[in-house]
């Protein structure tokens, strides 16, 4: 039986896996899935009469709660104590994220579990996926190096620049703790991808979570623009079955 090619060096595997994500990240940011339009407020609405606010909102609530669950679960994987303390501050660090999203929808009256309870499916594919993944660095590179870094860059960032008021919940109580959970990511790849064959599992997640979160992230701004429209996110989402096109609706 043939060997295996020798695996990359740690910094050389991260500098792919960072390209990979710098590229889709470039992609996000210069339209390829769409253009933000809730970022724009030329007269200064507040955002719970927005309804693409409050739509985006309800969105945000599916990732923090599934990454409570996920990493809950994950944390069980690890035998490194200062990987497991510091998931372990990821956890409530995700369950807070869920619980300021659901007060801020409470006190707007909004019902905050919409899409939660019944999920818009391109955005939820990637953690659907994600939680598929048995080895720890093939979640932590989905979920925190690619998911993680992806979102603080494509929405994240763009909602402290443009409209931090708006977002205030993302950008004073969500998006200082982003930094730290991207630096798990890489602090996993880098102690556990030392070999081939967990390199090229590792790439294949990477890859494909880099893909999905850009369809998410394109069904998401088809969504709020309709919610911004006047239409009904909730009714769009059932009216549309798997694997046809939002853009078809
Ligand atoms: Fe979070
Ligand atoms: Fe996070």
Redesign the pocket.
Known sequence: MAASPNPLSTEAFLDELTALRTKAAHDLRSGVYGQPTFLANPDGTEGQRRPEIVFLLQLGVYPEYR?THFLSRQVQRLDDVDLVYRIGQ?IF??AK?TKVLVDQLREWGADPFPFWEQPIYQWSAAFDYMDKQIHPAEYFVGS?FIG?GLFLASLMAPMAQHDPETFRVYVEE?MP??PR?IAIGKDIIAKYCTTFELQERVRRVAGTVAKQYCLGFEAAMQFAAHAKAGGNPAELRDRIGVGSQVAAV
């Open positions: 990454e990821q660090d995700e994220h925190n993680e969500i703790d982003e959970h």
